[in-house]
């Protein structure tokens, strides 16, 4: 006889089957190195962009003043947005992929480089007609 035909034959209660293990939840601590090199490589192109805005904020600003033209409000919305962009875009992707592996956390940055790339250069287009 085994152990639990043996418990159940002397009247007593047989043992409780093993649990199987619950996954580990995926996450910002489950990223791992890999990961976070990916994070860290999308980074520097998010912040080619980043650097860009900054760059027309205070080039506009300066050049506005430099010859005393008020900047509107339109300029001020533009410039402002071409500067966010970059970083609102980066956090979304870095939300998104915080549960996917790191070969789909990576079209996920794309993506996003994509957008925040047509996006820039939409702003660019409009201040020009502007």
Same mark, same amino acid.
């Given at each position: ?6 418990? #159940?034959?002397? !009247? ?22 890999? !990961?976070?090199? @990916? ?10 962009? /980043? ?5 027309? /904020? @205070?080039?506009? #600003? =300066? ?15 533009? @410039? ?17 992929? *915080? =549960?996917?592996?790191?070969?789909? *956390? ?8 994509? $957008?925040?790339?047509? @996006?820039? /250069?939409?702003? /660019? $287009? ?5």
């Amino acid at each position: 006889m085994t152990d639990a035909t043996a418990s #159940v034959a002397s !009247g007593s209660t047989p043992p409780n089957p093993p649990t199987p293990a619950k996954p580990a939840k995926r996450g910002f601590r489950t990223f791992g190195r890999a !990961g976070w090199a @990916v994070a860290v490589v999308f980074a520097f192109l998010y912040a080619y962009h /980043l650097w860009g805005g900054i760059a027309n /904020l @205070v080039g506009v #600003v =300066t050049t506005f003043s430099s010859f005393g033209v008020a900047v509107s409000a339109e300029i001020w919305t533009l @410039v402002i947005v071409y500067a966010v962009v970059p970083i609102l875009v980066y956090a979304i992707a870095l939300v998104v992929g *915080r =549960t996917l592996s790191n070969g789909a *956390r990576a079209v996920v940055f794309a993506v996003g480089f994509a $957008v925040v790339s047509v @996006v820039s /250069l939409d702003i /660019l $287009v409009i201040a020009s007609a502007a």
